[in-house]
């Protein structure tokens, strides 16, 4: 992609801060106390799914636990709790390896409008997106401290899906779970310096959607998925 007046642009907003334009790279800091390593330190993954259960009470989330073999038991239930009539989701590698291509055609066939992001359809993807009951997606990296769920997205996989529906569901496999978001940062930064794909964007979800601009008064479901529901899944 090219770039505009790029040195225009750089020269004058040095120029406005009253110093000249840097050229070089900034030499990181080495600092002396890091005390975010050491947060939840020394966890195994079980601790951590204890930690992100007792987190998504915080979050408003409804948390779930289930094995591998039994994960499309368990998202189907999830499903007809939400009363969902018709659904998106993201074209991943991982609905195959865990049974769910069989749950969405299943689904079609009992009247359920079942819709996998598909690149070439474009737009079209946010218009299902938004008049569908329940965005399912699942989690690349999750946050045990804040009940965060990262997404890495790509063509086949657009932010509508967790954005627009009212109801969202995350599938967490338990090898995804760190910390906080000090390792999920560390991992990106090597993605980038390996030159290795992170995404077109990223986003972090913890929970339903909420907002306290109002009056200072904490009300969710305002702007995005009214209920958020985290289903954690064996996958080791």
């Not at 915080?58 to 636990?65: A, C, L």
């Amino acid at each position: 992609m090219a770039i505009y007046q790029r040195e225009s642009f750089l020269n004058r907003l040095a120029d406005r801060m009253g110093r000249a334009r840097r050229t070089e790279a900034v030499e990181r800091p080495k600092w002396n106390h890091q005390p975010q390593h050491r947060v939840l330190s020394g966890l195994s993954q079980d601790d951590l799914v204890e930690v992100l259960e007792k987190q998504c009470a915080v979050i408003h989330t409804v948390f779930r636990q289930t094995s591998s073999s039994s994960l499309a038991d368990v998202l189907k239930e999830v499903i007809a709790s939400y009363g969902g009539k018709q659904l998106i989701t993201a074209k991943d590698a991982r609905n195959e390896t865990f049974g769910l291509d069989q749950l969405y055609h299943q689904l079609r066939a009992d009247g359920v409008e079942t819709h996998v992001w598909e690149a070439e359809k474009g737009k079209e993807n946010q218009v299902i997106a938004e008049r569908a009951d329940i965005g399912i997606t699942f989690s690349d990296m999750t946050l045990a401290e804040s009940g965060t769920v990262v997404l890495f997205h790509d063509k086949n996989h657009g932010r509508s899906i967790s954005l627009l529906p009212q109801n969202y569901i995350a599938i967490i496999p338990k090898s995804t779970l760190v910390p906080r978001y000090t390792q999920m940062a560390e991992k990106v930064h090597r993605q980038i310096e390996s030159g290795q794909a992170v995404g077109s964007y990223v986003s972090l979800i913890t929970g339903p959607s909420n907002s306290a601009d109002i009056e200072m008064k904490l009300i969710v479901g305002v702007h995005g998925p009214v209920h958020a529901t985290y289903i954690v899944v064996e996958d080791r």
